[in-house]
């Protein structure tokens, strides 16, 4: 058996149908970690540190595409609030993408990881 051996389709697949977790601590004072729920035809249910919203990913071959739809407007402190916008600026700047078994790696203007929530 080979330790970290990735099944051959997870090269290649976009995780649709899938709930992705970001790969980051939680913020001081929070539990919220944002994630992504992406359906079948690329729409997104967002939710970030403080607010969520909707959006739609594009996927053609690795390239990728995110546009942010509407956001809630919750009470946010202001650190959690930039993260917010830092966030839905880094989506949007992502360009392609890569998998590495339950790992996604939407890659722009900051490199984002995220973890599929497999079970």
Known sequence: MLLGAVPAYAQDEF??????TLDAARMPGSKRIPSLEIGDNGEVSLELWC?????????????????????ENRSCPPDRAQADSDLLAA?????????????VTLLGGKPLRFQINSN
Do not use: H, K, Y
Request: glycine share 20%; proline share 5%.
């Open 91 to 103: 989506l949007g700047s992502a360009t392609t993408w890569r998998r590495e078994g339950d790992f």
């Open 15 to 20: 995780p649709f149908g899938f709930l992705m």
């Open 51 to 71: 607010n969520g919203g909707r959006g739609q990913f594009s996927v053609a071959g690795n390239t990728i595409i995110f546009v942010p739809g509407a956001m």
